[in-house]
């Protein structure tokens, strides 16, 4: 399975970006897809998730209200609607998704280590 993140840029402060997500060879209609941010000196953490069979979400609540995760499974891609930008958003979004089966897929949304492939990220830089 191979992900593709794109979308980034350089935004002003309240702006918005759109970023997309699209896997090769599978629908996500039965996995798991994340989205994960690392800004510059600083550990990755989580943004969003969404398992679309079973219809959950969840979002960290720093993004909680400007962020919309989405999936289009004619498409095989998954979007992350960016409003309000702040320049604290700044940072590589990377896309991730499990492989829908065995106790990884077992974990929790928000923790990365239920992610097995990962895209290569896209960078969101929002100035103030």
């Known amino acids: 399975v191979q992900l593709q993140a794109s979308g980034g840029g350089l935004v002003q402060a309240g702006g918005s970006l759109r970023l997309s997500c699209t896997a090769s060879?599978?629908?996500?209609?039965?996995?798991?897809v994340a989205w994960f941010r690392q800004a510059p000196g600083k550990e990755r953490e989580f943004v969003s998730a969404i398992r679309w069979s079973g219809g959950r979400i969840s979002y960290a609540d720093s993004v909680k209200g400007r962020f919309t995760i989405s999936v289009d499974n004619a498409k095989n891609t998954v979007y992350l609607q960016m409003n309000d930008l702040k320049p604290e958003d700044t940072a590589v979004y990377y896309c991730?998704?499990?492989?829908?089966?065995?106790?990884?897929?077992?974990?929790?949304?928000?923790?990365?280590?239920?992610?097995?492939?990962w895209g290569q990220g896209t960078l969101v830089t929002v100035s103030s």
């Open positions: 991730a998704a499990d492989s829908g089966v065995g106790d990884r897929a077992r974990l929790v949304l928000e923790t990365s280590r239920r992610y097995e492939y």
């Open positions: 060879g599978r629908t996500f209609l039965n996995y798991a």
